[in-house]
DNA sequence: TATTGTTATACTCTATAACTATA
DNA sequence: TATAGTTATAGAGTATAACAATA
């Protein structure tokens, strides 16, 4: 690809190889691969006019109906003002609504509607099968050991203090 | 923590467990996790008077010393406007030098200077200890295999045209 | 007083585009 | 013409801080 412009400057292993002291760190491996997996995620998110802040959003509510934007911000482990933009944006879209809630005029009910669901089903399928493609070199049991040792590694790095941080 | 708010709104199982669904997805695993890393990782360096950005163009010197700023680029997967800022930041700290390069006056030559490798030896001994506790829960082997995986994954991810996207 | 949702603002990281000096 | 480094600008994502309504 264009030149390799060899001969004033050390010439490097090979684009994929150089960075290779790096890779030794879990965190710059995770960071690498979770830029390309955004990047993609990103646009296969697109033609159903998700991000992958709404398309989260919108996992957290199929599983948690009813909850709160505070809960909601707890959950995706962000700040009450985010969540704002992303509820109106799934609320502009027709996927989900405020409901008011008897008790306390202050909190809204998050719900999703019908049509918020099937475009959940519709976008999810869309991203598992993306996930799918992604990770195609790993076979079924090295993904279900990538997430196993995820899973304990998310428990282990947030086991420090999950909510209020400071 | 505080208040449960538990009458008007919906419980949810538990902070940990409410994003089930989400979580099913590698993708935002990787998402969760980096981000805690980010977070401590940024704490950890610090003192150093490093950010990720540059203790990882460190990292790459001390592997390819003599490369350019636009080798830098291709290595770290961000655009040449960004490495200057990473490149101005090590040199103005002694970390790192611009070594005009004799047959093209267009590049320049990076190498770590001495104050630059007993700073990044500090720095990365900082780090791998940190990541040592981060994970924690896992054990060598565990780390081993996660490694391993996440080794193959960025290979299967990124075996899509890596250099110039578009 | 404390909390919910909201708004305005700022900060970080990165990308885009235009410029210069060299090639 | 093309490339290396630079600069200015903008965008995405998120945090901080202040505010009104309600508890």
């Known amino acids: 690809m264009t030149k390799q412009h060899s001969n ?23 960071k690498r691969i979770y830029m390309l997996i955004q990047e ?8 159903f006019g998700l991000r992958i802040g ?13 909850i709160s934007q505070t809960q909601l911000s707890r959950i995706l482990n962000i700040k009450r003002s985010g969540v704002v933009v992303v509820v109106d944006e799934l609320e502009n879209v027709g996927a989900l609504e ?3 809630v008897a008790n ?9 509607t019908s049509a918020g669901i099937t475009l959940w089903e519709r976008a999810e399928r869309a991203v598992q099968g993306h996930e799918t493609a992604m990770f195609s070199e ?3 049991d090295d993904i279900e050991q ?12 947030s086991g420090r203090g999950e909510s209020d941080k400071k």
């Open 8 to 30: 004033s400057v050390v010439k490097i292993k090979s684009m994929n190889e150089s960075d290779a002291l790096l890779r030794q760190f879990v965190g710059y491996r995770m």
């Open 40 to 47: 993609d995620m990103t646009r296969v998110l697109e033609p």
């Open 54 to 66: 709404t398309f989260s959003a919108l996992a957290v509510l199929m599983d948690s109906p009813g």
């Open 98 to 100: 405020r409901r008011p």
């Open 104 to 112: 306390d005029r202050r909190v809204y009910a998050l719900h999703v």
């Open 138 to 140: 790993l076979d079924t």
């Open 146 to 157: 990538l997430q196993m040792l995820l899973g304990r590694a998310i428990k282990s790095v």
